[in-house]
Nanobody, 123 residues
Framework: VQLVESGGGLVQEGGSLRLSCTTS????????VGWFRQAPGKGREGVSC???????YYADSVKGRFTISNDKTKNTVYLQMDNLKPEDTAVYYCVAGNLGWLTITTPSAVNYWGQGTQVTVSP
């Protein structure tokens, strides 16, 4: 199983970025795919996921600003991040889990992790 992220970078406050996660070796019919993030000196926080029946879930801290979507033809999940804030600065990890939306409630619910991509939002 591989989860390959791309799309991180440096952006000013209020800007936008789109993260991509391309999966291989797992069935999207069995796994929710989403994102965790880890800011410097903090633990990993669940951000968003999309379930096997295409339902999106978001952490309260990103609701209304982030949008998750799924392109089945490309085995790719996207996280569109708008109105970014300095507190969104973190390493973002693509994850896959077989517990539906519970996948983003705790790191222990994740079956697979990507390598991470850095997102930095400057004031």
């Amino acid at each position: 199983v591989q989860l390959v992220e791309s799309g991180g970078g440096l952006v000013q406050e209020g800007g936008s970025l789109r993260l991509s996660c391309t999966t291989s070796g797992l069935s999207r019919a069995d796994y929710a795919v989403g994102w965790f993030r880890q800011a410097p000196g903090k633990g990993r926080e669940g951000v968003s996921c999309i379930t096997t029946d295409e339902k999106p879930y978001y952490a309260d801290s990103v609701k209304g600003r982030f949008t998750i979507s799924n392109d089945k033809t490309k085995n790719t999940v996207y996280l569109q991040m708008d109105n970014l804030k300095p507190e969104d600065t973190a390493v973002y990890y693509c994850v896959a889990g077989n517990l539906g939306w519970l996948t983003i409630t705790t790191p222990s619910a994740v079956n697979y992790w990507g390598q991470g991509t850095q997102v930095t939002v400057s004031p």
